[in-house]
């Protein structure tokens, strides 16, 4: 099966631009994650969508983040306006929902590098 | 709340040799789930191995196995056999088998794992 595609996969802009992240999940993955790796760390969950619903968006600081899952299959995170702690790896995931199913894991994609400067 | 706690930021071996990365969590919870996830500079995450806690047989993939111990709240990763290719972040990460938000993967912060021919 095709793997989690993520786009683009490097992006530099000023701090107080705007800046969007696309993902696309395996098919039949009804569950989808956005998390942000910064550099030394590991990833930290943003946002889980089941479909096109909110699941959890409690660390999503949503006064400059957002993002929307239409038609609960692709996804877009965004940055408005950007600052420099931004600057991270922002990963996509996906799962299928049930409890069987989760204890394998997610599938990653390869991520978006951002750099805010 | 769930923490996981990896206390060695960098380790080396030697092409051929074993090694051992540590991880603790914390959790009240009696039924959850532990993975180790390999992150290469590609960025991606890659499933390595996972665990069950209901099941008192440590798990093991090829080279790949693991010291669960439930009591102690310890997840170690022995790699037999190192290869060059195994050079990578390593993660360990925590879940619990509920759905929703309580299900999301909880990562520690890493080790910086270098093989050396």
């Known amino acids: 099966e095709a793997g989690v595609a993520q786009s683009p996969r490097y992006k530099i802009i000023e701090k107080r631009q705007s800046v969007a992240f696309w993902c696309n999940p395996i098919s039949g993955h009804a569950t989808l994650y956005w998390y942000q790796q910064i550099l030394g760390q590991g990833p930290k969950l943003l946002i889980q969508f089941q479909n096109n619903g909110v699941v959890d968006d409690s660390q999503l600081p949503k006064d400059r983040f957002s993002a929307e899952r239409l038609k609960g299959v692709d996804s877009t995170l965004k940055i408005q306006p950007a600052k420099l702690e931004d600057s991270a790896v922002y990963l996509c995931?996906?799962?299928?929902?049930?409890?069987?199913?989760?204890?394998?894991?997610?599938?990653f994609g390869s991520g978006t590098r951002l750099t805010v400067v | 709340a769930q923490t996981v706690t990896q206390s060695q930021p960098e380790m080396s071996v030697q092409e051929a040799e074993t090694v051992t990365l540590s991880c603790t969590y914390d959790?009240?919870?009696?039924?959850?789930?532990l993975f180790w996830y390999k992150q290469p500079p590609s960025r991606q995450m890659i499933l390595v191995i996972r665990q069950e806690a209901y099941k008192q047989q440590n798990a093991t993939e090829n080279r790949f196995s693991v010291n669960f111990q439930k009591a102690a709240k310890s997840f170690s990763l022995k790699i037999s056999d190192s290869q060059l290719g195994d050079t990578a972040m390593y993660f360990c990460a925590f879940m619990t088998p509920l759905g929703g938000s309580q299900g999301n993967l909880i990562f520690g912060k890493g080790t910086k794992l270098s093989v050396k021919p």
């Open positions: 995931a996906s799962s299928r929902p049930g409890q069987t199913e989760r204890k394998y894991g997610y599938t």
């Open positions: 959790t009240s919870e009696s039924n959850y789930y």
